[in-house]
């Protein structure tokens, strides 16, 4: 009897273990109830999952993230500074929806508005902050749909800078991914979007942010979450474990609970399965090689490269180097001339390459030059 309690425990163990397994290593669409939706690792930008990721849809206040990222780009190249006074225009105050009742001429500092957009999804601070920069919310609006071009976002078109439904405001989950990952370069968002509750106005106003995550979900760092009756209720949450971060976007949810279920899913599935490994081509041995008819016989060489790689948890063991270089070269060498690869192999498929090059400079042999030399080494003497 007693063997037989302890087959049936140790059988039972046996499930629970394959049916965590499961759990973590494989994610169907099926358990995500949302209709669009993308997870990736925003250092490469590698899609982990997705389901209808291209699919155009409304996104609310989603669209705060581009408007974020433009207000950290002006600060960053000096064009505006936290501390600069923003004044509401009438504009501003006429926004409705999520706000913090901006006055006419009321003013407050961009650190105080972008607080009040990043936490409270204020838009009429949102739209304070794009007329501040740009003069005019349509001047800004012009810039958030040039900088997403650049970004690739090739199925985005923004109409406004809150995300206030609109007709042909859209955008995707893959596109909103890209736009989140390049918010997140600028690390100083995470002192905003990490904000549970604070006040403005001196203490007067609280303030509370509406990512709920930030309560339940160990790791997570932001960003943005959105709901309009267009586009339902969305998020791109951002998390960082283990030197993993990865960006989560969820468009068209039914209920704000069923937006963060499925973020956190996603987030947990790449937690489980996933790791960047950083590749650096520097530690490659290389030293010289030879030079054919040069002033000097031999030439420096280097390859200079890194590269992060987004890899199934515990691959890394698999990753193979290959150096091919040439035995020798011919002169004249330039600095900077390829002469041969490192190249990186995950499982025999190439992962990453990068060139192996010279590092001086090496002329042919000639009489003059060798003329030259020995009159030097006779002045030296």
């Given at each position: 009897?007693?063997?037989?309690?302890?087959?049936?425990?140790?059988?039972?163990c046996?499930?629970l273990?394959?049916?965590?397994?499961?759990?973590?290593?494989?994610?169907?669409?099926e358990?995500?109830?949302s209709?669009s939706?993308?997870l990736?690792?925003?250092?490469?930008?590698k899609?982990?999952?997705?389901k209808?990721?291209n699919?155009?849809?409304?996104?609310?206040?989603?669209?705060?993230?581009?408007?974020?990222?433009?207000?950290?780009?002006?600060?960053e190249?000096?064009?505006?500074d936290?501390?600069?006074?923003v004044?509401t225009?009438?504009?501003?105050?006429s926004m409705?929806g999520s706000?913090?009742w901006?006055?006419?001429g009321?003013?407050?500092?961009?650190?105080e508005?972008?607080?009040?957009?990043a936490?409270?999804?204020?838009?009429d601070?949102a739209?304070?902050?794009?007329?501040h920069?740009?003069g005019?919310?349509?001047d800004?609006v012009a810039?958030?749909?040039?900088?997403?071009?650049?970004l690739?976002?090739?199925?985005t078109?923004?109409?406004?800078c809150?995300?206030?439904?609109?007709?042909?405001h859209?955008?995707?989950?893959?596109?909103?991914?890209?736009?989140?990952a390049?918010?997140?370069?600028?690390?100083?968002?995470?002192?905003?979007?990490?904000?549970w509750l604070d006040t403005?106005?001196?203490g007067?106003t609280?303030?509370v942010?509406?990512n709920?995550l930030l309560?339940?979900?160990?790791?997570?760092?932001g960003?943005?979450?959105?709901?309009?009756?267009?586009?339902g209720?969305?998020?791109s949450?951002t998390?960082t474990?283990n030197n993993?971060s990865?960006?989560?976007?969820?468009l068209?949810?039914?209920?704000?609970t069923e937006?963060?279920?499925?973020?956190?899913?996603?987030?947990d599935?790449g937690?489980?399965?996933?790791?960047?490994?950083?590749?650096?081509?520097?530690s490659?041995e290389?030293t010289?090689i030879?030079?054919?008819?040069g002033?000097?016989?031999?030439?420096?060489?280097?390859c200079?490269?890194l590269?992060?790689?987004?890899?199934?948890k515990?691959?890394?063991k698999?990753i193979?180097?290959?150096v091919d270089?040439?035995?020798?070269v011919?002169?004249k060498?330039?600095k900077?001339?390829?002469?041969?690869t490192?190249?990186?192999?995950?499982?025999?498929?190439t992962v990453a390459?990068?060139?192996?090059?010279?590092?001086?400079k090496v002329?042919?042999?000639s009489?003059t030059?060798v003329?030259?030399?020995?009159?030097?080494?006779?002045?030296?003497l």
């Amino acid at each position: 009897m007693f063997i037989k309690r302890c087959l049936s425990i140790a059988l039972l163990c046996v499930l629970l273990v394959s049916s965590f397994v499961v759990k973590t290593s494989a994610l169907s669409e099926e358990e995500l109830g949302s209709p669009s939706v993308v997870l990736m690792e925003p250092s490469t930008n590698k899609i982990l999952f997705e389901k209808n990721a291209n699919e155009q849809r409304a996104c609310a206040s989603i669209t705060k993230v581009m408007t974020l990222l433009l207000v950290f780009e002006a600060i960053e190249d000096g064009k505006i500074d936290y501390t600069d006074i923003v004044t509401t225009s009438e504009h501003a105050k006429s926004m409705g929806g999520s706000d913090i009742w901006l006055e006419v001429g009321e003013q407050m500092t961009v650190d105080e508005m972008i607080k009040a957009t990043a936490v409270a999804s204020a838009n009429d601070a949102a739209v304070a902050l794009a007329e501040h920069l740009c003069g005019s919310e349509s001047d800004f609006v012009a810039l958030m749909n040039d900088r997403a071009k650049e970004l690739g976002m090739k199925n985005t078109v923004f109409k406004n800078c809150n995300g206030l439904d609109e007709d042909g405001h859209l955008t995707t989950a893959y596109d909103v991914a890209l736009m989140s990952a390049e918010l997140i370069k600028h690390e100083k968002i995470f002192d905003y979007t990490t904000i549970w509750l604070d006040t403005l106005r001196g203490g007067e106003t609280q303030i509370v942010n509406t990512n709920k995550l930030l309560k339940s979900y160990d790791g997570i760092t932001g960003l943005k979450t959105g709901t309009t009756g267009d586009a339902g209720s969305c998020i791109s949450a951002t998390a960082t474990r283990n030197n993993l971060s990865l960006v989560a976007v969820v468009l068209g949810s039914s209920t704000g609970t069923e937006r963060f279920k499925d973020a956190a899913t996603l987030l947990d599935y790449g937690f489980a399965n996933y790791e960047v490994l950083k590749i650096d081509a520097n530690s490659a041995e290389l030293t010289e090689i030879n030079v054919k008819g040069g002033m000097q016989q031999t030439v420096p060489i280097m390859c200079d490269g890194l590269k992060n790689l987004v890899i199934k948890k515990g691959g890394s063991k698999n990753i193979e180097q290959k150096v091919d270089v040439k035995e020798e070269v011919e002169a004249k060498v330039n600095k900077g001339d390829k002469v041969g690869t490192v190249t990186y192999t995950l499982d025999g498929e190439t992962v990453a390459q990068f060139d192996v090059v010279t590092k001086e400079k090496v002329d042919k042999i000639s009489f003059t030059a060798v003329f030259c030399e020995l009159m030097n080494a006779l002045v030296a003497l």
